[in-house]
């Protein structure tokens, strides 16, 4: 278990909505966000997209909590953990093979 004062990000990609949660030590959500997928718009609208919604979380982020020590992804499909690739997706039209950890 981490300290109180040390937060992980988690984020839920879905077909539809990217949620983002500041989650700290005792497991309390100290900060949430939802954004759109743009999963119409093809996989690289939708890599751009989760681009900018983590970075956009990040600066608010470090305001609620001292130290921010990961991030973790759930993506919907078959994912290889080891190389941290996203081999299909079938709510995210067009992902095959990409590179969601990078």
Known sequence: ???????????????HFIK????DGRGTVRLRETD?????????????QIVRSVHAFLSQANSVC???????IGAPGL???????????????GWLDVPIRR
């Open 1 to 15: 278990m981490i300290s109180e004062d040390k937060c992980a990000i988690g984020m839920d990609l879905g077909g």
């Open 20 to 23: 983002l949660a500041v989650v």
């Open 36 to 48: 759109p997928t743009c999963a119409d718009e093809g996989k690289d609208a939708s890599v751009a």
């Open 66 to 72: 001292d130290a921010l020590i990961g991030v973790g």
């Open 79 to 93: 994912i290889n953990v080891e190389s941290g690739m996203v081999r299909f997706s079938p709510n995210l039209p």
